[in-house]
């Protein structure tokens, strides 16, 4: 594959997805270097809640629990929210790559860089994916938060769980809608199949963007029906 690759790049230069300069000799598929270490990681204060950037870094200095106000108004039914990046520049673009090209062959690093920059949590039990229904898994061929969700859990050693939580009917791309249309266009849509591998578990689910948090919310809602002790939404990246 490397030699079909070296060949096709002599004959015609690849160029980044990003900032259309050449590829060069960069190991990521449609990414040059520069870009692929240009993402922007989210440091800094976050509600410990939903994982909302604060705006002042003094908002968790007096009170280390402090939520934001729409997890204190509303609050969710999942226990945490991590990202690890902003939704924002070459992070997006790669995304949008992986998921709509669609470019299954950057699920691995993008991966990778999910791990690599996150303190992986030591108290989960089993990591399991946001599952597409069947009908958009036939559409792009891969699942890619099934994609992110294996590199978790190798790096981790903490076991996948892949098809128990599954979606049980079609729903519109959530990118379409506003807020409340999300929060309908998933109520209902997902199901466990097997509810004794789920009691008591602590559950880290895995996707790629995290916009309003409602399939998120909504999964979880089903894990802790199903009787999960605790369930954390991990993300690739956070929408703003
Ligand atoms: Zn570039
Ligand atoms: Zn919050």
């Avoid at 790049?9 to 190991?27: K, Q, R, T």
């Avoid at 924002?88 to 669609?102: C, D, N, S, T, V």
């Avoid at 036939?138 to 994609?147: C, E, I, K, S, V």
Wanted: hydrophobic share 40%.
């Amino acid at each position: 594959m490397n030699i079909l690759r070296r060949i096709l790049d002599f004959i015609l230069p690849a160029s980044c997805s990003y900032c259309n300069d050449s590829v060069g000799d960069s190991p990521i598929p449609y990414f040059c270097s520069t870009c692929w270490a240009d993402f922007d990681l989210i440091y800094g204060p976050v509600c410990p809640c939903c994982g909302r950037p604060f705006e002042s870094p003094e908002a968790l200095s007096h009170s280390p629990e402090h939520e934001c106000s729409p997890c204190r108004l509303s609050p969710p039914i999942f226990d945490q929210a991590l990202s690890v990046g902003y939704f924002e520049g070459p992070l997006r673009e790669a995304i949008h790559q992986f998921k709509y090209r669609p470019c299954r062959s950057l699920g691995r690093p993008l991966g990778e860089w999910m791990v690599n920059n996150v303190r992986l949590l030591t108290d989960i039990d089993v990591v399991i994916p946001i599952p597409l229904h069947t009908k958009r898994l036939r559409q792009r061929g891969f699942n890619q938060a099934l994609l992110l969700a294996h590199a978790m859990s190798t790096a981790s050693s903490i076991p996948l769980s892949w098809d128990n939580l599954v979606r049980v009917r079609p729903t519109r791309p959530q990118v379409e809608l506003t807020g409340e249309e999300r929060i309908k266009n998933v109520a209902g849509a997902f199901a466990v199949r097997r509810l004794n591998e789920i009691t008591a578990k602590r559950v880290m689910l895995v996707d790629d963007v995290f916009t309003t948090g409602a399939t998120m919310n909504e999964c979880a809602a089903v894990l802790k029906d199903a009787g999960a002790a605790q369930v954390v939404a991990f993300t690739l990246a956070r929408a703003l």
